[in-house]
């Protein structure tokens, strides 16, 4: 080692921390974040399911490779599903009683 250079601890050196369980999302409804809203048009819908693979809160239905629609429960109305739909299939709508109608 380089004289003067700090030595790094080693993971075994840690003090021991607490751990979270997987899926702990699922536990915290947080649609009720939502300023706006993603409506679907299922007619305009190709199934492509761009939105599903960008969708950061896992918000995209889908059954049987098909999109089903939104879960609100979890949606945050972040707008990135609208904004990735290559065939405009979800607009972005104020929520109603959120202040921004
Ligand atoms: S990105 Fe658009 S076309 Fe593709 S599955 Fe989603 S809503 Fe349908
Ligand atoms: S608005 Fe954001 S959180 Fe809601 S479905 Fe679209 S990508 Fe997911």
Do not use: H
């Amino acid at each position: 080692m380089v004289e003067g250079m700090k030595k790094k601890l080693g993971w075994r050196q840690l003090a021991p921390g607490d751990l979270l369980g997987p899926a702990t999302s699922l536990d915290f409804e947080t649609g009720d974040w939502r300023t706006q809203r993603p409506i679907w048009d299922g007619e305009k819908c190709k199934n492509c399911l761009f939105c599903w693979i960008y969708c950061p809160d896992s918000a995209i239905m889908v059954k049987g490779k098909k999109m089903v629609g939104i879960d609100y429960r979890y949606c945050k109305g972040c707008g990135i599903c609208a904004a990735e739909c290559r065939f405009e299939a979800i607009e972005m709508k104020n929520e109603k009683g959120g202040g921004n109608d």
